[in-house]
């Protein structure tokens, strides 16, 4: 693996940030799939944002088994867990924007229903209540310019915070990565070291596991 | 040992107390209640204990980390100096108190000044409150002129003896919420908690409230369910729990065994536990023939520990028909006891192998938060709030009917890793979503956005990243 001058000080400081949401209950509301496909045509893309990014650090802790707040109502209040699975392997990371991952729920679910027209208007157990989230993005006091610093940060911050930079940073950065692989990329030369963090799963750690996933990749590109 | 044979018990109000006893409240010499098998509860119960002093902020750094108490800190600071009054209708009893004498000492240490006024009424004001609360909760009732009245003129009344010169003004429920009409005079935020559930709220009444509940700057829901659709922002915060309460905070083991001691629970085996009053859309009776499908095949005892018949006609009703359910069994443990029994419902909890809330309706379901904070697996009706808290599988288990909670006890009990999974899960997700620090970081979010303080814009196709 790489190795570089750490001791070296680098160029541009990271600052760990965190962000804190604060949810908002929406307008919208589906008691059937057909209802669920409208909605998610017409809610504001922070609705959007609120069932598949925010709820993952709403349920950070969870090692399997929670993918997204459409893919878990489609399981435990209509279900179908065949659209349930193929709405839970929707990898949010995949996405910069939130138009091209709406654009992806959709024709799911329309596919699905396409092929199981019954089930489009036969009605939940439960409501499925559109939520959006208020973001506010706050500093911490961890700042670093060398990777040594940067590990003592990461291992010290909030999970918000590790979310925020690994993340919801696609979508600040349009770029198929992350806060750390991005700064290690470019300011610490560390290539294959952001590569590795990138290729991280989040869907089968919690938070804390990608955390230490991120610590162990960083420590060993020191040696 | 039968407790009122124990010494130890019965010096408790002594001077001189181990450093387990010293945690159990003193005693007033009053006639202890009856087991409903016959067995004398500890006389301990019988008596409200003072409430310690609340706790501070950094107390609260080994259960949530000293970076979330940080995160309160940052969140604070553009809000310092600022002023918030809460408003409600009573300052004792009700969760609403409960949690406003949490949240103020809170944010003030936050500096953050925060004071809480009290309405003042007639009972002729607050039977109209009582029946504009149930009517809100859907059921009949007529609203006449003169209730319209009362309640307006009690209103008016608080409005010209209370100060409104605060940041924020945070009215809770229905009773004072035409106090709203002093906003005219200032520039302060208003914002409506509304701690009941209006999905079905009684047409006329909902009429009468919402005009001025849409003057507002924002309201706040428990669930998202409970709303309404309103044209001011409606905001989700959940119901919390405090981990330092008496209920909450962590116990000695000596203590729990103590507790288990006195009321005749055997630790040796498992333990099924629902804490909650006897109250029909508890569904007690329902955990009992649960527990009786369960045990023909896992042994085990149940702890059904809760209040209400003591002062409530209906509940000693329930009280009676949990007792004929459970006939003779003597591993079926009904304990009657008063609301300030906090730390001995949480050692009994703490005990507990199984934690069971089989409600019929549920509000959000406190008593299924606090048996997820102690990291006990826990099966809970697919009802009110309890979805919010239990995702089926992942921190809990969801049960329709009474067959599905017996299997859910069989299966737990014979799949203690799968049991223990969900409890630590549980545990998280409480400590991520539901604890007394969560909800002040709630309000300190509100008040910073209600500041002008613009959300961070989600980045669209239409617009370039930040």
Not at chain 2, 48 to 53: D, L, Y
Not at chain 2, 84 to 89: A, G, T, Y
Not at chain 2, 258 to 266: L, R, T
């Amino acid at each position: 693996m790489n190795a570089p001058n750490t001791a070296r000080k680098l160029i541009k400081p990271f600052y760990f940030n965190t962000s804190e949401h604060l949810l908002r209950i929406g307008r919208e509301r589906a008691c059937t799939l057909n209802e669920l496909l409208h909605a998610l045509q017409v809610c504001p893309e922070d609705s959007i944002f609120q069932h598949t990014y925010s709820t993952l650090q709403e349920h950070h802790f969870i090692r399997q088994g929670f993918s997204n707040d459409f893919a878990h109502w489609s399981l435990s209040s209509c279900h179908e867990p065949i659209l349930a699975e193929q709405l839970a392997s929707v990898d949010v990371r995949e996405y910069t924007s939130i138009s091209g991952l709406r654009q992806h729920m959709i024709e799911l679910v329309r596919d699905f229903l396409a092929a199981h027209p019954r089930s489009a208007d036969r009605s939940a157990t439960e409501p499925f209540y559109f939520c959006a989230a208020d973001l506010v993005v706050l500093p911490t006091p961890f700042v670093t310019n060398n990777i040594e610093s940067f590990l003592e940060g990461l291992r010290k911050v909030t999970l918000h915070s590790i979310h925020h930079h690994f993340i919801e940073a696609r979508l600040r950065l349009r770029l198929m990565t992350n806060d750390f692989s991005e700064w290690l990329k470019e300011e610490a030369g560390l290539e294959q070291t952001a590569a590795a963090i990138d290729r991280i799963d989040i869907y089968t750690n919690t938070m804390e596991g990608v955390r230490r996933q991120i610590a162990r990749i960083v420590e060993q590109s020191l040696n | 040992m039968n407790p009122v044979d124990n010494p130890a018990i019965l010096s408790r109000s002594q001077e001189s107390r181990t450093p387990v006893e010293s945690k159990i409240p003193s005693l007033r010499p009053v006639p202890a209640p009856i087991h409903p098998h016959g067995r004398p509860l500890p006389k301990y119960v019988t008596t409200p204990p003072t409430p310690p002093p609340p706790p501070h902020l950094d107390d609260y750094a080994g259960i949530i980390g000293k970076q979330q108490i940080e995160t309160l800190h940052f969140l604070a600071e553009e809000l310092r100096g600022r002023r918030v009054k809460m408003v409600n209708s009573t300052a004792v009893g009700g969760g609403v108190a409960e949690m406003l004498n949490r949240l103020v000492p809170m944010l003030s240490e936050l500096e953050v000044h925060t004071q809480w006024d009290v309405i003042t009424g007639g009972n002729d004001f607050f039977e109209v409150t009582k029946a504009f609360h149930n009517a809100l909760h859907g059921a009949p009732y007529e609203l006449t002129r003169s209730a319209q009245d009362i309640f307006l003129m009690y209103n008016e009344q608080n409005r010209q003896r209370m100060n409104f010169d605060d940041d924020f003004v945070i009215i809770h429920d229905p009773q004072p919420a035409a106090l709203i009409r002093a906003r005219n005079d200032h520039a302060a935020k208003w914002i409506w908690r509304c701690h009941i559930d209006l999905s079905n709220p009684h047409p006329d009444v909902w009429q009468f409230l919402r005009p001025f509940i849409e003057q507002f700057d924002a309201a706040i829901f428990s669930s998202q369910s409970f709303a309404r659709q309103l044209p001011i922002p409606q905001y989700l915060f959940y119901p919390c729990i405090d981990p330092l309460s008496e209920k909450n905070k962590e116990l000695d083991d000596t203590f729990v065994q103590k507790i288990c001691d006195d009321f005749g629970i055997d630790r040796s085996r498992p333990i099924v536990t629902q804490v909650s009053r006897f109250d029909r859309l508890k569904d007690p009776v329902g955990v009992v023939h649960a527990y009786k499908l369960a045990k023909k095949y896992v042994d085990c005892q149940l702890v059904l520990a809760g209040g209400g018949a003591a002062d409530d006609p209906e509940g000693a009703a329930v009280l009676q028909e949990v007792k004929d359910a459970a006939g003779n069994d003597p591993d079926i443990i009904i304990l009657d006891l008063p609301p300030w029994c906090g730390l001995e419902i949480n050692a009994i909890q703490r005990a507990s192998t199984i934690i069971v809330q089989k409600s019929l309706r549920e509000g959000f379901g406190l008593t299924v938060t606090e048996a997820l904070w102690k990291g006990k697996p826990t099966i809970a009706g697919a009802v009110g709030g309890i979805p919010n808290q239990i995702i089926h599988k992942l921190t809990g288990v969801l049960v329709h009917s009474i067959e599905g909670c017996a299997f859910q006890i069989r299966y737990l009990l014979t799949h203690p890793e799968f049991a223990r999974r969900i409890g630590t899960a549980g545990r998280e997700h409480v400590k991520e979503n539901f604890l007394m620090t969560t909800n002040v970081k709630r309000w300190l979010l509100l008040f910073r956005i209600l500041s002008g303080q613009k959300p961070v814009p989600i980045p669209s196709d239409t617009q370039s990243a930040a």
